[in-house]
């Protein structure tokens, strides 16, 4: 059974909107830095956003201001809000946690801990 369980990924025309869903452990949700990678065919797997432990955000210059991070304690759920869609956004998305102790960073090496991914697909 695995600790991130990623939901919500699907198709999408340019311009519209999806909410990607991690359910994590307990453990990980309260102690982990927590966020979303994306990789596309043939490329690196990138930072999208992450959330540290003091609920600071960080989020790649590509989807500032489109993309948003949001927690439900209540779930032990991270999501994240994508709205504005390009087709550029097309990927396999990752939800990813971090156990390091310095984890205030979009670096994929600094993340321990994957979800299975969800894919998205944006059509022009």
């Known amino acids: 059974q695995g600790q991130l369980v990623e939901s919500g990924g699907g198709s999408v025309q340019a311009g519209g909107s999806l909410r990607l869903s991690c359910e994590a452990s307990?453990?990980?949700?309260?102690?982990?830095?927590m966020g979303w990678f994306r990789q596309a065919p043939g490329k690196e797997r990138e930072g999208v956003a992450v959330?540290?432990?003091?609920?600071?955000?960080f989020y790649a210059a590509s989807v500032k201001g489109r993309f948003t991070l949001s927690k439900d304690i209540a779930k032990n759920t991270l999501y994240l809000q994508m709205n504005s869609l390009k087709p550029e956004d097309s990927a396999m998305y990752y939800c990813?946690?971090?156990?390091?102790?310095?984890?205030?960073?979009?670096?994929?090496?600094?993340?321990?801990?994957w979800g299975q991914g969800t894919q998205v697909t944006v059509s022009a």
């Open positions: 990813a946690a971090s156990s390091y102790t310095w984890c205030s960073t979009l670096a994929r090496s600094q993340y321990d801990t």
């Open positions: 959330i540290d432990r003091s609920g600071t955000t």
């Open positions: 307990r453990v990980i949700y309260t102690g982990y830095c």
